[in-house]
């Protein structure tokens, strides 16, 4: 004796698994509901498995008699057959774009940072301190000479009293 039913009609995408569950509670307990793929249910249809097979048999025969309804339609339903959805596919795939790991995207970034030079902060803070001494405004030029620790190719740590150049 099987214990689960197959929906083959009656079950739309608005149909929420608790009442379709609820529905199939009247004939015993249920011990799995599954809805299925609701935008395709020919593909993969909602399913009930009844804990007990006799609960199942009832449910079948009330549903061929026409007596069980969701959202306003009439349930059709069947015992669900063993098959399986398609097999996956076991070939190769031939493109080589999709054997792409998180490794290979990381190492390529960390390739593309070693040869890019001076990041942007370094580019944007040096650019503004000659932008600054171009148009004159000498203090602006030490603001950001101060703010950046850049003069020149010349450098002073704090508190180091020796002078490193870059």
């Known amino acids: 004796m099987a214990n689960t039913l197959e929906i083959t009609s009656g079950v739309v995408e608005t149909t929420s698994r608790m009442w379709l569950k609820k529905e199939m509670e009247r004939f015993g307990p ?26 199942c048999e009832d449910a079948l025969a009330s549903v061929k008699a026409g007596q069980v309804f969701l959202d306003g339609l009439m349930v059709q339903a ?6 399986r959805g398609p097999a996956p596919s076991s070939a190769p795939s031939t493109r080589r774009d999709l ?19 001076p990041r942007e902060r370094e580019r944007d803070d ?26 020149g190719a010349e450098t002073e740590p704090q508190g180091s009293g020796r002078r490193h150049l870059r």
């Open 99 to 117: 054997e792409v790991s998180s490794r290979d995207l990381f190492m390529e970034q960390e390739r593309q940072r070693i040869r890019g030079g």
């Open 78 to 83: 069947q015992y669900k057959s063993g098959r």
């Open 30 to 55: 249920v011990d799995v509901c599954h809805m299925g793929n609701r935008s395709n249910p020919q593909e993969e249809p909602p399913w009930v498995r009844f804990v007990n097979p006799q609960s």
């Open 126 to 151: 040096a650019g503004a301190a000659q932008g600054a001494e171009a148009a004159g405004d000498e203090e602006a030029a030490a603001g950001t000479v101060a703010a950046t620790g850049t003069a």
